[in-house]
T-cell receptor, first 110, second 114 residues
Framework: GQQLNQSPQSMFIQEGEDVSMNCTSS?????WLWYKQDPGEGPVLLIA?????ELTSNGRLTAQFGITRKDSFLNISASIPSDVGIYFC??????????FGAGTRLTVKP | GAGVSQTPSNKVTEKGKYVELRCDPI?????LYWYRQSLGQGPEFLIY????????DSGLPNDRFFAVRPEGSVSTLKIQRTERGDSAVYLC????????????FGPGTRLTVL
C-alpha cells in the first residue's frame, strides 16, 4: 500500500524557535492532514488540506499541500513548551482510507 | 460534549486468550474506525463502519480479528487466540459523515499480550 515518509523522526528545539517537518509519498493523495498526539491520548486533528498548492494556517501552525499531491509540510512558529508531542501526517485517498506517517517527536526545551 | 471513549484503557492478557475492546463514538457520528498503533509508529487502519455495516475491513490483519457495530453506535473489536505480536494501542475514531477527514480519536486501549 501507499507509504508515507515523514521526517525528521525527532526534533529537539529551544522554546521560541520555529519548526518544520514534512511528509512525502510515492502515491497521490486527495487530502493531507496533520495530527498531534500527546502521551496516552489519541491523535487530534490540527490542519486539513484539500487542494494541491493549498496553504492553510491555524494559529502558529502553517501547512501546505504540495503541488504534486505527493507531499506536505507543517511549520510551527515561535514554539512553546506545550507544542511537545508527536506530530503525524496523514494522507487520505478515499473517504475511509487514511494512511499515517511514522510521526515526528518534538521536544521543546524552555 | 463527550468525546470518543474506549474501554478498557489497558488490557493485559495471556497468549491464546480472547479479548474484546469497546468503543463508544461521539453521539450521532455515523462513521466509526478502528486503528492499531504499534510503538513508534503511526496509526494503521483496521476497519471502517458506516452505520451498522463494515464498509471496509481490508485492514484487518487476519481472521483472528473481527469487529461489530450492531446498532450503529458502540463498536467492539474482538481478537481471538491473541499473539504477542498483537500487543499495541488500539484506537477508535468516529466522524459525523461518511468518512470525512475530521476523525475524532479516542484515547485508545493499550493491549499487552504476555
Amino acid at each position: 500500500g501507499q507509504q508515507l515518509n515523514q521526517s525528521p523522526q525527532s526534533m529537539f528545539i529551544q522554546e521560541g524557535e520555529d519548526v518544520s517537518m514534512n511528509c512525502t509519498s510515492s502515491s497521490i493523495f486527495n487530502t493531507w492532514l496533520w495530527y498531534k498526539q500527546d502521551p496516552g491520548e489519541g491523535p487530534v486533528l490540527l490542519i486539513a488540506l484539500y487542494k494541491a498548492g493549498e496553504l492553510t494556517s491555524n494559529g502558529r501552525l502553517t501547512a501546505q499541500f504540495g503541488i504534486t499531491r505527493k507531499d506536505s509540510f507543517l511549520n510551527i512558529s515561535a514554539s512553546i513548551p506545550s507544542d511537545v508531542g508527536i506530530y503525524f501526517c496523514a494522507g487520505q485517498l478515499r473517504n475511509n482510507d487514511m494512511r499515517f506517517g511514522a510521526g515526528t517527536r518534538l521536544t521543546v526545551k524552555p | 460534549g463527550a468525546g470518543v471513549s474506549q474501554t478498557p484503557s489497558n488490557k493485559v492478557t495471556e497468549k491464546g486468550k480472547y479479548v474484546e475492546l469497546r468503543c463508544d463514538p461521539i453521539s450521532g457520528h455515523t462513521a466509526l474506525y478502528w486503528y492499531r498503533q504499534s510503538l513508534g509508529q503511526g496509526p494503521e487502519f483496521l476497519i471502517y463502519f458506516q452505520g451498522t455495516g463494515a464498509a471496509d475491513d481490508s485492514g484487518l490483519p487476519n481472521d483472528r480479528f473481527f469487529a461489530v457495530r450492531p446498532e450503529g453506535s458502540v463498536s467492539t473489536l474482538k481478537i481471538q487466540r491473541t499473539e504477542r505480536g498483537d500487543s499495541a494501542v488500539y484506537l477508535c475514531a468516529s466522524s459525523p459523515d461518511s468518512g470525512g477527514p475530521h476523525q475524532y480519536f479516542g484515547p485508545g486501549t493499550r493491549l499487552t499480550v504476555l
